[in-house]
């Protein structure tokens, strides 16, 4: 009753563990012998007639079916038609079941599930929503306020839920170890640790996009939701990359060019000058990703729910991290190219004194 007070909750309800309904035939082996009859003739009518029994089979291609005969549901669904059944005598008569039997409904021996060497029982709950985490959340607090568990009775959440919480633990590991490949190939692509640092960010304001989409078409933080993040990262890790490397190649053309240490206002236009010529480039990666998107975005056939939750991360990712990598991007490398010329600077007048 406690899990019916959650408005999420469509129903609610416990697995039987008594016996189900049984109908019996007791066959009185005195008055079939009277018509002629033996167990093994009523016992057949029983099973062909009520019960079905399979004739033949057929072959259609490389499918079989079999084909069952026994009455129509009209004349086997009551007791009162049950009870009309008719057996055939050796003397050709017909007589109706309940003259050489007694039907009789009786209760089934109850079942005992366990699961670890413990008995259990079940409470089977359909919901509305999709948060399945959320609701879990919910409903474990009302178990803790409402209901009064008996020592040495445990409760466990299974179900979606639990598929839910394995994927959980396995997305802790994958998504670190995502990042620190991303990062590694950045390392050995660049050499140094600031420029991958730098490209980096760019998954940060991807989250800022794709969180946002998320929330807009209303979906919840699930496996395909975070796979789409995972693929995000990678893409918008290589739209940084393609700027930084064109900075760098401007940059190491007018050191070439000075055959001195830069100024400041050079090196903001040497990176404004590479950004500009890297803008459409970078836009074309981008809104190619997104158009190639949007397809999935509207369609509504089957698997169109999961594929839907992976692209809407990569989808809203992509635009925040466009605006990242023409607008925030070079400020920040622009701003570290003029620290370490500022520090290269200060090396130099060092040694100068020193001598």
């Known amino acids: 009753m406690a899990m019916k007070t959650l408005p999420e909750t469509i129903s609610a309800f416990g697995d ?12 009185d082996r005195e008055k079939a012998s009277r018509y002629g009859l033996t167990v093994g003739d009523v016992q057949d009518v029983i099973q062909s007639a009520i019960g079905g029994m ?10 079989r079916y079999p084909v069952n005969l026994r009455y129509p549901r009209e004349l086997r669904d009551d007791m009162e038609s049950l009870s009309r059944v008719l057996i055939p005598t050796p003397l050709g008569a017909q007589i109706p079941i309940t003259m050489v039997a007694k ?3 009786r209760r089934g021996p109850p079942s005992i599930k366990s699961e670890d060497a413990r008995p259990n029982a079940w409470i089977y709950v359909d919901i509305s929503t999709s948060d399945i985490g959320g609701f879990v959340a919910k409903a474990k607090q009302v178990l803790e306020e409402q209901v009064d568990i008996p020592v040495g009775y445990t409760v466990t959440w299974s179900g979606q839920f639990e598929y839910m919480e394995r994927a959980a633990k396995r997305l802790k590991i994958v998504v670190p170890i995502t990042l620190m490949v991303i990062f590694f190939l950045l390392y050995l692509t660049f050499g140094n640790m600031t420029e991958p640092v730098i490209v980096m960010l ?5 989250l800022i996009g794709g969180i946002w989409i998320v ?12 796979v789409g993040f ?7 890790a290589e739209t940084g990359v393609m700027v930084l490397n064109f900075i760098d190649i401007e940059i190491a053309k007018l050191r070439e060019r000075k055959q001195r240490l830069l100024s400041s206002l050079e090196i903001k236009e040497a990176v404004e000058s590479a950004t500009a010529l890297r803008v459409r480039p970078v836009a074309i990666t981008a809104f ?3 158009i190639g998107l949007v397809p999935i ?3 509504t056939g089957t698997g169109a729910d999961v594929t839907q939750r992976i692209a809407a991360p990569v989808l809203g990712g992509m635009f925040t991290v466009l605006l990242l990598t023409l607008l925030v991007f070079p400020v920040i490398y622009s701003l570290v190219l003029q620290l370490q010329e500022w520090r290269k600077r200060q090396a130099l007048n060092t040694s100068h004194s020193t001598h």
Not at 16 to 27: A, Q, S
């Open 202 to 206: 760019s998954v940060p304001f991807g």
């Open 103 to 105: 039907l009789e409904l």
């Open 16 to 27: 039987r563990t008594v016996g189900g309904y049984y109908l019996d035939f007791d066959i």
């Open 288 to 290: 190619s990703t997104m």
């Open 230 to 236: 995972i693929a995000l990262a990678g893409t918008a």
């Open 297 to 299: 975005m509207w369609s």
């Open 54 to 63: 399979n004739i033949t089979e057929t072959v259609e291609g490389l499918e």
């Open 215 to 226: 929330y807009v078409y209303g979906f919840n933080l699930s496996v395909a939701v975070y």
